[in-house]
């Protein structure tokens, strides 16, 4: 079994940053990719940017030149530094990865979500 664990939610101003900070751990052989994604109040759950082992990225548009990822030294934690915060980036967000376990079977390949973080940004 593997476990995500996020930290670095909160209550935020316009304009402010926050870091937000995800760590992996349980059986796990390899993660490619981690990521984090966001889901507000009506709305669907969107990916808001990824990072390959190979530390290939994307951002969803409405993020790029605010938004930054990063993997860890130990590959299994990830974060994601936001600056230039807007209302509209106000969502729980949550941590993403597709890790590889070695099992009697073979390897299996799944996808694991963290719980959640708030983060809100208002004046």
């Known amino acids: 079994q593997v476990q995500l664990v996020e930290s670095g939610g909160g209550l935020v101003q316009p304009g402010g940053s926050l870091r937000l900070s995800c760590a992996a751990s349980?059986?796990?052989?390899?993660?490619?990719?981690m990521g984090w994604y966001r889901q507000a109040p009506g709305k669907q759950r969107e990916l808001v940017a990824r990072?390959?082992?190979?530390?290939?990225?994307n951002y969803a548009d409405s993020v790029k030149g605010r938004f930054a990822i990063s993997r860890g030294n130990a590959k299994n934690t990830v974060y994601l530094q936001m600056d230039s915060l807007k209302p509209e980036d106000t969502a729980i967000y949550y941590c993403?990865?597709?890790?590889?376990?070695?099992?009697?079977?073979?390897?299996?390949?799944?996808?694991?979500w963290g719980q959640g973080t708030q983060v809100t940004v208002s004046s």
């Open positions: 990072i390959t082992s190979g530390g290939s990225t």
């Open positions: 993403n990865a597709r890790v590889s376990s070695r099992t009697s079977y073979g390897t299996v390949e799944r996808d694991y």
């Open positions: 349980g059986s796990i052989f390899s993660i490619n990719p």
